[in-house]
């Protein structure tokens, strides 16, 4: 399995973003044509699903890619994930709330189901936190900084052991529940540990055992952040 952890794929919803070498990366790694498959972050919100499936997949149709197949896997489908897991050539982990996805995953055996998989998986945004042994469900939604019951650590795919934050060029100043979501939130959290932050355009790559970051990141480790 050769694994690209994005930030996001486009910056327009309409065109892949070729940024530090994306692009060219992919064309190296996936055999096409193949099957896509498209796995949602929310199970039961089926129209916004097929809306930013639809535009993911066009992006790579438009970049040059050509797939057999294109599916969808949500709750509508979810008993025939490991059907559609095993014929795929490239997965897709669509981005989202990364509670709501990671309960889904674990619904279907994700986990399990990727062992042996040994296509391209494309992460975007809550997909690429999810992508991660341990995963930083960093709060997001009104109500999860300040609430006590808010699990912010949860077991992942175990595709990395790198934890990544996404969209770090515009949450950077975000503020929720009156907390500052860097500073008074996630930096206390990473005592301990270790995130990184990535800008749209930048992006993991794992394969062969290696891990590398392409673009612009920041390492948060025991409270400090580090441009890399």
């Not at 982990?93 to 990727?114: D, K, W």
């Amino acid at each position: 399995m050769v694994c690209f952890l994005t930030s996001c794929t486009s910056n327009d919803g309409a065109h892949l973003n070729a940024q530090n070498g994306f692009v060219d990366e992919l064309r190296r790694a996936l055999n096409a044509p193949c099957a896509m498959l498209f796995v949602c972050s929310d199970p039961d919100v089926p129209e916004l699903t097929d809306h930013f499936a639809t535009e993911v997949r066009d992006s790579f149709t438009d970049a040059g890619f050509a797939f057999t197949d294109f599916t969808v896997l949500d709750r509508r489908n979810a008993k025939d994930a490991p059907e559609l897991v095993k014929r795929a050539g490239l997965i897709v982990l669509g981005g989202g709330h990364v509670p709501t996805q990671n309960r889904f995953f674990r619904e279907i055996g994700l986990r399990e189901l990727l062992h042996g998989f040994d296509g391209v998986l494309v992460g975007i945004s809550a997909g690429s936190m999810n992508a991660a042994e341990t995963v930083y469900a960093q709060p997001e939604r009104p109500g999860e900084a300040v609430d006590p019951h808010y699990r912010r650590f949860l077991p992942g795919l175990g595709l990395t052991e790198t934890m990544l934050l996404p969209h770090y060029q515009e949450c950077r100043d975000d503020v929720l529940d009156g907390l500052r979501v860097y500073e008074d939130v996630t930096y206390p959290d990473s005592a301990g540990r270790r995130f990184y932050a990535v800008c749209d355009g930048s992006y993991l790559i794992c394969r062969d055992g290696h891990e590398e970051l392409r673009g612009e990141a920041y390492r948060i480790e025991n409270g400090v952040l580090t441009q890399l």
